[in-house]
């Protein structure tokens, strides 16, 4: 592959006797180097275009009517997810009231296992009637942005309509420490 | 036969020229990706499944850092040189307009803005700066102020598309993300986007178009 063409260029020819000594040529074979540069451009291309962030939709409710579409919800298809520090993740159904709490509160994690959250929205996704499923969605102040990015992107993974972001209320959020040091 | 003196061609071609621009292009390539986080918080966003890009332009960038510090950036000069002038009559203060313009971000509350603007350009990094009050434990949110402000200066040019991202880190407690939702609310934004990262989407969802079907371990 290295070129020979020797004849042209150079203007010092050498004699007859030495004509069958190859003249080695100062030029490289850049052909090697040529595939390393564009190897690196495809590579450069690549994880520009990959790290390009993407941007999640959300849309609030105005505040006003955020009381009437609670009400509104039926108590059967509310589930209500509760975000606590660490990564812990609280669940219940319906209503919670004193007598109930420890019964329905139930604990669980953003893990693919079958205690996990996502388990938990497709169970209950799927015994109840689509009109009537809702999600609350109760952040704790302990809890991490990124608890809350994860659970609303657990809402379009599985499809959820509708669900709601609201302020936790004391008792709930007592209920979610008192759980937590429980499980430490 | 007729021309036999002719010289053999050598099939190898010239590589050079092929080099130059295999290089040129891989340092364009190189600069432009090192030029993208130059931005003086350091967050790591989230992932989510979310595949629509983050639009670049007509932004109102709302940053919350690790510590829960907020931070808000705009890219358009025009409504920032509105926003000064809001500013300025609002709070009483004499805000350098083009100092305010060329700032890419703000971070302080509205009393320390002016110590803020004059601040070099070295020493605005996201650890070292007050970031927005947002706390309404410990004073205003004054976030409802600023968002209040960019509302204002968007109507005075009704034709400008407003963006808003919120940019906020992992590690980010849940009541500054509640502040800025807030302050959002207010006035009335109710659309605004997160940042995030791609992630694909898990296998046997909903969402993967497999419909009540119970997720594989």
Same mark, same amino acid.
């Given at each position: !592959?290295?070129?020979?063409?020797?004849?042209?260029?150079?203007?010092?020819?050498?004699?007859?006797?030495?004509?069958?000594?190859?003249?080695?040529?100062?030029?490289?074979? #850049?052909?090697?180097?040529?595939? /390393?540069?564009?190897? +690196?451009?495809?590579?450069?291309?690549?994880?520009?275009?990959?790290?390009?962030?993407?941007?999640?939709? #959300?849309?609030?409710?105005?505040?006003?009517?955020?009381?009437?579409?609670?009400?509104?919800?039926?108590?059967?298809?509310?589930?209500?997810? /509760? /975000?606590?520090?660490?990564?812990?993740?609280?669940?219940?159904?319906?209503?919670?009231?004193n007598n109930n709490a420890s019964a329905k509160f139930k604990s669980s994690n953003f893990g693919n296992s079958d205690e996990g959250i996502r388990s938990v929205i497709i169970r209950k996704k799927a015994n109840t009637p689509p009109d009537d499923f809702v999600v609350v969605i109760k952040p704790d102040s302990e809890c991490k942005y990124k608890n809350v990015v994860?659970?609303?992107?657990? !809402?379009?993974?599985?499809?959820?309509?509708?669900?709601?972001?609201?302020?936790?209320?004391?008792?709930?959020?007592? /209920?979610?420490?008192? $759980?937590?040091?429980?499980?430490? | 036969?007729?021309?036999?003196?002719?010289?053999?061609?050598?099939?190898?071609?010239?590589?050079?020229? !092929?080099?130059?621009? *295999?290089? +040129?292009?891989?340092?364009?390539?190189?600069?432009?990706?090192?030029?993208?986080?130059?931005?003086?918080?350091?967050?790591? $966003?989230?992932?989510?499944?979310?595949?629509?890009? *983050?639009?670049?332009?007509?932004?109102?960038?709302?940053?919350?850092?690790?510590? @829960?510090?907020?931070?808000? @950036? #705009?890219?358009?000069?025009?409504?920032?040189?509105? !926003?000064?002038?809001?500013?300025?009559?609002?709070?009483? +203060?004499?805000?350098?307009?083009?100092?305010?313009?060329?700032?890419?971000?703000?971070?302080?509350?509205?009393?320390?803005?002016?110590?803020?603007?004059?601040?070099p350009k070295e020493s605005l990094k996201g650890d070292a700066l007050p970031g927005i009050p947002v706390d309404s434990t410990k004073g205003p949110n004054e976030m409802i102020e600023w968002m209040g402000i960019i509302h204002s200066a968007y109507e005075a040019s009704p034709t400008k598309k407003i963006n808003i991202l919120l940019k906020g880190d992992n590690d980010?407690?849940?009541?500054?993300?509640? *502040?800025?939702?807030?302050?959002?609310?207010?006035?009335?934004? +109710?659309?605004?986007?997160?940042?995030?990262?791609?992630?694909?989407?898990?296998?046997?969802?909903?969402?993967?178009?497999?419909?009540?079907?119970?997720?594989?371990?």
């Amino acid at each position: !592959m290295a070129e020979m063409d020797t004849s042209s260029g150079g203007g010092h020819k050498k004699g007859p006797g030495v004509k069958k000594g190859k003249k080695l040529s100062t030029r490289v074979d #850049l052909t090697p180097m040529v595939d /390393l540069g564009f190897l +690196l451009i495809t590579f450069f291309i690549f994880t520009t275009t990959m790290s390009q962030a993407t941007a999640f939709k #959300l849309n609030l409710p105005k505040d006003a009517d955020k009381p009437e579409d609670q009400n509104k919800a039926k108590e059967s298809g509310v589930i209500t997810i /509760l /975000l606590g520090k660490d990564n812990h993740v609280f669940y219940y159904e319906g209503q919670l009231d004193n007598n109930n709490a420890s019964a329905k509160f139930k604990s669980s994690n953003f893990g693919n296992s079958d205690e996990g959250i996502r388990s938990v929205i497709i169970r209950k996704k799927a015994n109840t009637p689509p009109d009537d499923f809702v999600v609350v969605i109760k952040p704790d102040s302990e809890c991490k942005y990124k608890n809350v990015v994860d659970i609303l992107d657990e !809402m379009s993974i599985n499809v959820v309509k509708k669900y709601a972001l609201v302020d936790i209320s004391e008792v709930e959020s007592q /209920l979610v420490h008192v $759980t937590e040091g429980q499980a430490k | 036969m007729s021309r036999p003196k002719l010289p053999r061609k050598s099939t190898s071609i010239d590589m050079t020229a !092929m080099c130059d621009v *295999a290089f +040129l292009l891989l340092s364009f390539f190189i600069l432009t990706t090192k030029f993208k986080p130059s931005e003086a918080i350091t967050v790591t $966003t989230p992932s989510s499944v979310a595949s629509k890009v *983050a639009p670049d332009k007509d932004i109102v960038l709302i940053t919350i850092d690790r510590n @829960g510090k907020v931070f808000l @950036g #705009l890219d358009d000069e025009t409504i920032k040189g509105a !926003m000064v002038e809001i500013i300025n009559k609002q709070k009483g +203060l004499t805000l350098d307009a083009a100092a305010f313009k060329k700032a890419e971000f703000f971070g302080s509350s509205f009393s320390n803005l002016p110590q803020f603007l004059a601040l070099p350009k070295e020493s605005l990094k996201g650890d070292a700066l007050p970031g927005i009050p947002v706390d309404s434990t410990k004073g205003p949110n004054e976030m409802i102020e600023w968002m209040g402000i960019i509302h204002s200066a968007y109507e005075a040019s009704p034709t400008k598309k407003i963006n808003i991202l919120l940019k906020g880190d992992n590690d980010a407690k849940y009541p500054s993300f509640d *502040a800025v939702v807030k302050a959002l609310k207010k006035n009335d934004f +109710l659309k605004f986007q997160m940042v995030t990262n791609p992630e694909s989407i898990p296998v046997g969802t909903d969402l993967y178009r497999q419909p009540k079907e119970e997720v594989k371990k």
